[in-house]
């Protein structure tokens, strides 16, 4: 019988597999390929408690080299809490500011302090950066043997003007509440 935090994590497994295909495919994927299901599904965790009620759309933001490529495409094909999903690549930390979602592309970690004090309130922000979490960073992707799974800052995310449900929390390998 599984515990409530391994429920949690079947179901979210579940959740990734429907996202990505059947479990075989799943299981087959690219470390990124992952990472972009974990976005998507990130974004129906979290409520923006400034900006979602005026904003016409989800902006998913990727800041810096885009390990992703066209992974992330098919993701403009869904939608998350009744809105359509957009894709952004700014040139500028001052620019992701219009995100919901910003993912700091791990080459990018010399300038994370001045990027993260540009990108505002009410950004998302995700990064596969080693420490990104204890770092200010929101939510930081950590591989554990062959799993990749997550690290939350949840001061971070709070401070920014956002609710990251239970659910989601349980499912982290760590919280970080400072």
């Not at 998302?124 to 990749?148: E, H, P, Q, R």
């Amino acid at each position: 019988m599984l515990s409530g935090l391994g429920k949690h994590f079947c179901r979210l497994f579940l959740i990734l597999a429907a996202v990505l295909g059947t479990w075989e495919q799943a299981y087959a994927r690219s470390e990124y390929e992952i990472k972009a299901a974990y976005l998507y599904n990130f974004i129906k965790f979290v409520t923006w408690t400034d900006a979602e009620a005026t904003a016409s759309a989800i902006d998913i933001c990727v800041y810096g080299e885009d390990p992703f490529k066209e992974i992330l495409h098919p993701l403009k094909s869904l939608t998350a809490h009744g809105k359509p999903i957009n894709l952004l690549y700014p040139d500028k930390a001052a620019d992701a500011a219009v995100c919901e979602v910003l993912f700091i592309s791990r080459e990018e970690k010399r300038q994370l302090s001045t990027i993260l004090s540009q990108v505002g309130r009410n950004v998302l922000t995700v990064s596969d950066m080693k420490d990104f979490a204890s770092s200010d960073g929101m939510i930081g992707f950590v591989t554990v043997g062959n799993v990749i799974r997550f690290e939350i800052n949840l001061s971070s995310a709070r401070e920014a003007g956002l609710d990251i449900s239970s659910k989601l929390l349980e499912l982290a390998l760590d919280v970080i509440k400072k």
